[in-house]
């Protein structure tokens, strides 16, 4: 598939769909006129310009690309037949086998970007299925890269691995932020210097990481060699076992998005 393709969102009106949705028409790798959205109660006031329906077959019968943002558990609420076009899902743990099945296509790719997707800046791994040629594959990474930084992967494994960790988009680097706060406030730092200290410092992490590729385990261990300040709170935070609740916590969402696609 080369070009602009007509692009079908089940689910544009959620906060997902509708962030690819944005991504697709900043970009142009849709018209607005060749995108169509469906919603379940209320027609938002967003991407006037393109389609929204109720009907989520007529949807798929006018697109030539399907990406299915819907939660889970509604999925079985969406039996819509595609007879062979492209279905790109972003639903956790929903196996691509279920995905054929249910929607009559060979060509099926799960993916699963994140909440930054609003800000162009999601990590979206994602696999295909065999029946999933090049020009299939260019348009997947042309719509994920559009919302940040796309890898496709060989295994669903890898995906619900995946789900689990870089899925949780904020989540993970929150509770650190929030635990973080919460200390300093204890301390007497006014709420507003807590929350710029903090997210300045996370922010500004982010931004020297991915500018400088280095491993992250050979930054803390230089602030390890300085034997100062950052390295007393890294050894406390380690023998109060930050590792291992770190380790426990992506292998307890590893576990739940397993069987998220066992439940489907």
């Known amino acids: 598939m080369s070009g602009k393709a007509r692009i079908g969102i089940i689910g544009g009106a959620g906060w997902l769909g509708g962030s690819i949705a944005e ?9 607005p006129d060749d ?3 469906s919603y379940r109660r209320s027609r938002p006031d967003r991407f006037a310009a393109s389609h929204w329906t109720t009907d989520n077959q007529l949807l798929a019968d006018r697109s030539d690309v399907v990406i299915l943002s819907v ?6 609420s969406v039996p819509v037949k595609l007879e062979g076009k492209l279905l790109i899902s972003v639903m956790a743990g929903i196996r691509v086998s279920a995905l054929i099945e249910m929607h009559a296509t060979e060509r099926v790719v799960r993916a699963l970007p994140n909440a930054a997707a609003e800000v162009s800046c999601s ?3 994602w696999m295909a299925s ?19 930084v796309e890898d496709e992967v ?5 995906i619900d691995y995946l789900t689990g960790m870089s899925g949780t988009g904020p989540a993970f680097p929150a509770l650190l932020a929030a635990a973080m706060m919460k200390h300093a406030i204890s301390q007497g730092l006014p709420v507003e210097i807590a929350r710029r200290a903090v997210l300045t410092m996370l922010t500004g992490t982010g931004r020297l990481l991915e500018r400088q590729q280095d491993d ?3 930054i803390v261990n230089r602030f390890l060699e300085y034997r100062g300040v950052t390295a007393a709170g890294i050894q406390e935070m380690r023998a109060s076992g930050f590792d291992d609740a770190v380790s426990n916590g992506l292998a307890a969402a590893f576990k739940k998005s397993v069987s998220m696609g066992d439940a489907s």
Do not use: M, N, Q
């Open 23 to 31: 991504a697709i028409l900043r970009t142009g790798l849709a018209d």
């Open 35 to 37: 995108l169509t959205l």
């Open 71 to 76: 939660r889970p558990e509604d999925w079985g």
């Open 123 to 125: 990590y979206t791994p």
């Open 130 to 148: 065999a029946g999933v040629d090049t020009d299939d594959r260019s348009l997947v990474r042309k719509i994920f890269g559009a919302c940040g």
């Open 154 to 158: 060989g295994s669903e494994t890898h």
């Open 216 to 218: 992250p385990a050979e």
